[in-house]
């Protein structure tokens, strides 16, 4: 394939199986021989997009339009229907803002396991430890607990520690925007445009059309599930 | 190239080993005794059922009936757990399987570092006890603790790998693997006998865990050569099940998000 390109998938479709469950012994009980209670449900259908390296791609679409699967599939967390195909050039990485921590261990901890996890070693993750610390602004409670942490904390110490991660493609998922208060924001977009977005393929799905706008160099727009738009971001913005 | 490969390995080890620490740390956070329960819960154990066998049951005049259960729980207890926890293993860490695609054996490898690691504080405190009360007699048969042990991470990994897949389809199986667990105890000789096995029910050393039970008493206790037909079928059929275990949990594993 061409080395120019970063993400290509080809004829995604993906249907769920839902298993509805009656609440009751007896429901449950006969639903389990006669196969009752199954739906199908196409969450998508015919997706073909050939993502190129270094690009800024956005995915906008009303709830329920499929672009969460779409970044699973992108990611590989879950297979497509037989007869898709994904490739993927580099490292992939989703980045969302409820990810990752294990609320019984400290920032300090949850540092150390989410950085290994993006791929730092053990050396580089103690040299940065400090540094992250201070970013995330949480000098004070680097050794509580994280459960005992605002969801503002915890989502500046997430993208504190994303910010030294080592992927090639970053699936962001309302990962960007939003990220604790004025201040931090402000920090946060300029570290984000210095150090992240150089080099980097990122897919970013959001409701924000604001951010969209201002970074995306393509758009792509779903609905249920199938492509309507792919193009400019003012102009596909326009068709939503 | 090289350096980039043997970066990412190191970056993989690494992750194991923290993952490893993390699953031990977590398990005793919290509790005041911390990681002292890790040591106190085997040895309530092992207590209780020598009270019991010695006094109320058996009737049992041989005090080392108690390093003859304390070999078998604590083996039996790193099965047990092991293969308990990686029940649930998926649907733990679906927060990071969810964000990026890392192989999922290294989990694996974390559960069985974890539990194994706790399993070898055990026994070096069976080997303290031992020195401590009795006057054992050690030679170089502990050597043979090495396969021994290697072919109980292997069977238990296969079992895990065979639990934590199908689970991704079968919620019940939870509990179905508690009764297992249950029946199990008491087919394996944690605290009966191994020799009626040897007199009448030959078939049950096909068990590994059975076979591996009895093996790490022959050398540990009774200072001799393990009984080396039933430790290589065990070895065997381990092998067996690791290898068959973690292609089924490749293959059969990829849906395990959608279900979980």
């Known amino acids: 394939m061409d080395n120019d390109i970063a993400i290509k998938l080809e004829n995604i479709n993906k249907t769920f199986v839902l298993h509805d469950r009656g609440n009751t012994i007896r429901d449950r009980f006969f639903s389990l021989f006669s196969g009752k209670g199954t739906r199908k449900l196409k969450a998508l259908q015919n997706v073909t997009v050939e993502i190129k390296k270094g690009e800024f791609f956005g995915i906008i679409g009303l709830n329920g339009s499929g672009k969460s699967t779409l970044v699973q599939i992108m990611n590989k967390a879950i297979p497509p229907d037989k007869g898709g195909?994904?490739?993927?050039?580099?490292?992939?990485?989703?980045?969302?803002?409820?990810?990752?921590?294990?609320?019984?261990?400290?920032?300090?901890?949850?540092?150390?396991?989410?950085?290994?996890?993006?791929?730092?070693?053990?050396?580089?993750?103690?040299?940065?430890?400090?540094?992250?610390?201070d970013f995330a602004e949480l000098k004070e409670f680097a050794d509580t607990p994280v459960k005992y942490y605002s969801s503002g904390m915890k989502s500046k110490l997430m993208f504190s520690i994303a910010v030294n991660a080592e992927a090639d493609i970053f699936l962001m998922d309302?990962?960007?925007?939003?990220?604790?208060?004025?201040?931090?924001?402000?920090?946060?977009?300029?570290?984000?445009?210095?150090?992240?977005?150089?080099?980097?393929?990122?897919?970013?799905?959001?409701?924000?059309?604001?951010?969209?706008?201002?970074y995306c160099d393509r758009v792509m727009l779903l609905e249920k599930g199938k492509i309507i738009a792919i193009g400019k971001p003012d102009e596909v913005i326009d068709k939503m | 190239m090289l350096i980039k490969i043997s970066r990412n390995f190191r970056n993989r080890l690494e992750r194991i080993y923290l993952f490893a620490n993390t699953d031990y740390y977590v398990r005793y956070y919290g509790s005041k005794l911390g990681i002292l329960w890790a040591f106190l819960n085997p040895f309530f154990q092992i207590l209780i059922y020598y009270l019991v066998f010695t006094y109320l049951i058996f009737k049992i005049k041989d005090p080392s009936f108690i390093l003859y259960l304390f070999t078998g729980v604590i083996t039996w207890q790193f099965f047990s757990e092991t293969t308990n926890s990686s029940i649930r293993?998926?649907?733990?860490?679906?927060?990071?399987?969810?964000?990026?695609?890392?192989?999922?054996?290294?989990?694996?490898?974390?559960?069985?570092?974890?539990k194994f690691w706790g399993y070898l504080i055990n026994f070096l405190i069976f080997i303290l006890f031992d020195f401590l009360f009795f006057k054992p007699v050690f030679s170089s048969n502990l050597l043979y603790l090495l396969p021994i042990w290697i072919g109980l991470i292997l069977f238990t990994l296969g079992v895990s790998f065979i639990l934590s897949t199908l689970y991704v389809?079968?919620?019940?199986?939870s509990h179905l693997w508690d009764i297992t667990l249950m029946a199990g105890f008491w087919a394996v000789p944690i605290i009966w006998d191994y020799h009626i096995i040897y007199n009448n029910y030959s078939f049950m050393l096909l068990n590994p865990v059975t076979a591996f039970i009895i093996n790490i008493r022959q050398v540990v206790l009774e200072n001799s050569t393990p009984d080396l037909k039933s430790l290589f079928t065990a070895l065997a059929i381990s092998l067996v099940f690791a290898v068959s275990g973690y292609y089924f949990m490749k293959f059969k594993s990829k849906k395990a998000l959608e279900f979980l």
């Open chain 1, 174 to 214: 309302e990962f960007f925007g939003g990220v604790g208060d004025q201040n931090f924001h402000k920090k946060a977009d300029a570290i984000f445009h210095d150090r992240f977005v150089k080099g980097k393929t990122i897919i970013h799905v959001s409701h924000q059309l604001e951010t969209i706008r201002k």
């Open chain 2, 89 to 114: 293993l998926f649907l733990k860490q679906r927060y990071i399987l969810q964000n990026i695609a890392l192989p999922k054996v290294d989990f694996f490898w974390s559960l069985i570092g974890s």
């Open chain 2, 169 to 173: 389809y079968l919620n019940d199986l």
């Open chain 1, 85 to 133: 195909r994904v490739i993927t050039n580099g490292r992939t990485m989703r980045l969302a803002l409820g990810m990752g921590f294990n609320d019984e261990l400290t920032a300090r901890q949850n540092i150390m396991l989410n950085s290994s996890v993006l791929g730092m070693s053990i050396k580089e993750i103690k040299s940065k430890m400090n540094e992250i610390i």
